[in-house]
């Protein structure tokens, strides 16, 4: 025996990071590529993930938008097994949970980590079923394994490391500073067994010369015992793709003439609408921000999805955004609202049974003839169709709870899931909204859309993401120590 361990059935490791947005779903994302580049069948995983921006599988089930991305990164379909725990805040101390793509239950925090614990068996077993179909599986953590005050029934960091009996590699941010220090105290608050768990690191979003910090590299593997695995640079082409959550949310890149302006309310969900607007070069992209008023030269106000939209809606009005709204709208503007923006803009939004908390009814914002009644029945489901404006061919996800009816529904926005109407709009067309995410990812759509503005486009979305997962592949390739990571990931 030449002392090696015995090589894991199916490759894997976890990718686990000193705090939050230390950028590790890029890097799985990144990593994801490089190996399906190779030609190895890779999967994506992550226990569990908090987010209101969700992606729907083909089956109707719901994961975390990264889990999503790092699939396409792997060129293969998404799977409710990819992210089968996931939260979606409605509440600063509530989220509803899903599990396995579909809704376990709404919960508060403390009676969440409660019962995180009794989650690990499917967490366990959608795992399995990655690692069945898969050449190497690369898990993401969350938060980071330093909050010990949460060890305790943990299925997302190292309560998942130990259960799966993974390997862990930490990621660090330089960016933020302090870097040495987290890395050395991650280890330091660890215990022991968990220390060795941990097999390797790496420094993220290094500005400059990377050659500078060869020394502090030295003096982490001094004082930990881990090994060094790179130091990775800035990667600029980062922001252009999708975010995972709000945090990772800012303007467009674009400075065109057509200014599109959204106002980022309190739970805004399914934002990813809004990714392929930010590249457009034709395109101003604004995200005004909680006590901003809305522009008074936006050529489009763009609502978009909510987790809770009354309480959107209240947190909409008490901005002023009602009036500055009205106002655009009296200039002649344009509107668009998109799934709780749809909503918004109704007449009346009803919750007979209480789901967003009080029971009752509340105004809308009376810019569209419809009226939503809020049913504890959840749409999730993949849809095709057709833009009726611009007989463009649409797809896209439906994600919401409630029902819309009214005049103006007889004048639908999309026609959908053979041939059911989607949406409405207002009778001079300046006002719309439809149940549709991710409309702005078709080309055709968003080419016809732009052009009713005189804006042009000057991409294809889903290839422009595509090359750039490519281009992140091969950044990670000549910065990481990729032999070594796979080496760790095979148990040698």
């Not at 280890?187 to 990377?210: M, S, T, W, Y």
């Not at 057709?386 to 639908?412: F, K, M, N, W």
Request: net charge negative; charged share 20%.
């Amino acid at each position: 025996m030449n002392g090696r361990k015995k090589a894991r059935s199916t490759p894997a490791l976890m990718i686990q990071g000193t705090g939050s947005n230390v950028g590790k779903s890029l890097i799985v994302a990144g990593l994801c590529r490089l190996f399906a580049n190779r030609g190895l069948s890779v999967r994506p995983f992550k226990p569990q993930n908090m987010s209101n921006n969700a992606a729907v599988t083909a089956d109707g089930g719901e994961i975390g938008r990264a889990q999503a991305l790092q699939a396409m990164a792997c060129r293969v379909p998404l799977s409710v097994h990819m992210n089968p725990v996931l939260l979606k805040p409605e509440t600063d101390t509530g989220a509803q949970v899903i599990v396995q793509g579909k809704r376990f239950g709404t919960m508060k925090a403390r009676e969440y980590g409660k019962q995180k614990s009794q989650l690990l068996p499917k967490v366990l077993e959608s795992f399995s079923i990655n690692t069945s179909e898969a050449d190497l599986v690369i898990v993401e953590g969350a938060g980071s394994p330093a909050e010990i005050n949460l060890r305790a029934g943990d299925i997302a960091n190292m309560g998942f490391a130990e259960a799966a009996d993974l390997p862990v590699i930490l990621c660090a941010d330089i960016d933020r500073g302090g870097v040495i220090a987290s890395v050395v105290g991650t280890h330091a608050v660890l215990e022991p067994e968990e220390q060795k768990r941990i097999k390797g690191f790496f420094i993220n979003r290094f500005r400059g010369d990377p050659t500078l910090f060869d020394d502090g590299m030295r003096e982490i593997e001094k004082r930990t015992g881990w090994q060094g695995l790179g130091v990775v640079p800035w990667f600029a082409d980062a922001g252009k793709l999708p975010a995972e959550d709000a945090l990772g949310l800012s303007d467009g890149l674009g400075t065109g003439h057509l200014k599109i302006v959204v106002p980022v309310i309190s739970r805004i969900a399914n934002f990813d609408d809004l990714d392929p607007l930010r590249l457009e070069p034709d395109v101003t992209l604004e995200l005004v921000q909680p006590g901003d008023p809305l522009p008074g030269d936006a050529n489009i106000v763009l609502l978009p999805g909510s987790k809770s939209t009354i309480d959107d809606l209240a947190f909409f009005r008490a901005q002023g955004w009602d009036t500055d709204l009205k106002a655009h709208h009296r200039r002649g503007g344009h509107i668009l609202g998109v799934c709780g923006g749809y909503q918004m803009l109704g007449k009346t939004i009803s919750d007979p049974d209480g789901i967003e908390g009080t029971s009752g009814i509340v105004e809308g914002l009376g810019l569209l003839d419809v009226e939503t009644v809020l049913t504890p029945e959840k749409s999730t489901v993949a849809v095709s169709g057709t833009h009726l404006p611009s007989r463009a061919r649409v797809s896209g996800y439906e994600i919401h709870i409630g029902q819309t009816s009214g005049a103006d529904c007889d004048r639908p926005m999309m026609q959908v899931r053979d041939g059911q109407p989607d949406g409405a709009m207002s009778a001079d067309g300046r006002v719309c909204g439809t149940y549709v995410h991710g409309l702005f990812t078709n080309d055709a759509f968003r080419s016809a859309f732009l052009k009713s503005f005189s804006a042009s486009t000057g991409f294809a979305y889903d290839q422009s993401i595509d090359r750039i997962l490519d281009d992140l592949a091969a950044h990670l390739d000549e910065t990481m120590d990729i032999e070594a990571i796979l080496g760790i990931a095979r148990g040698l």
